[in-house]
């Protein structure tokens, strides 16, 4: 199956910090989203981007399917935006289930 | 329609006891997933419906496991003889055939 590999693992910020999220993967995507977990264990919906460049506020994303990888943008950070960010992937050919990443654990601090 | 709808949102059960947890999808959407989550790790694919039909099943999904989706509407996950290995967060997911899924809150299931 398709392997998905997302760094940093962890990552502290200070408020007001910007961050890069990694997503490698290594085969071909139908289906690409990102995802925040909360401390409730609820995944929000941050993007669907299989290719492109997508932005919501203070977030955006990039995913350039050619070179199998997606690229998650944090700006000026807040102490809400910690919890774990998953990438999720749908390889070509299957039904649309997703593969998970390990996710990024970010801490945002005042 | 709120989203997807999980019931319950915790449960805690004996070693040897039987679970059912209950997943109602977003109306419109004919994709029902279920996925499993352990502590520190993203969630796995367990199985998928497309509206009654169960299309695959994981291998995850051991024999102790069942799921229906009785007229393609709302989804039941039952365990048979659970196990302290089956804590775990159980969660459901809905989509169109083809595009974004939205996932549900979750059940956080304790065996004890």
Known sequence: ?110 | DTGVSQDPRHKITKRGQNVTFRCDPISEHNRLYWYRQTLGQGPEFLTYFQNEAQLEKSRLLSDRFSAERPKGSFSTLEIQRTEQGDSAMYLCASSLLRGEAFFGQGTRLTVV
């Open chain 1, 1 to 110: 199956g398709i392997q998905v590999e997302q760094s940093p693992p962890d990552l502290i910020l200070q408020e007001g910090a910007n961050s890069t999220l990694r997503c490698n993967f290594s085969d071909s995507v139908n289906n690409l989203q990102w995802f925040h977990q909360n401390p409730w264990g609820q995944l929000i919906n941050l993007f669907y981007i299989p290719s492109g460049t997508k932005q919501n506020g203070r977030l955006s994303a990039t995913t350039v399917a050619t070179e199998r990888y997606s690229l998650l943008y944090i700006s000026s950070s807040q102490t809400t935006d910690s919890g774990v960010y998953f990438c999720a992937l749908g390889q070509t050919g299957t039904a649309s289930k997703l593969t998970f990443g390990t996710g990024t654990r970010l801490q945002v601090t005042l």
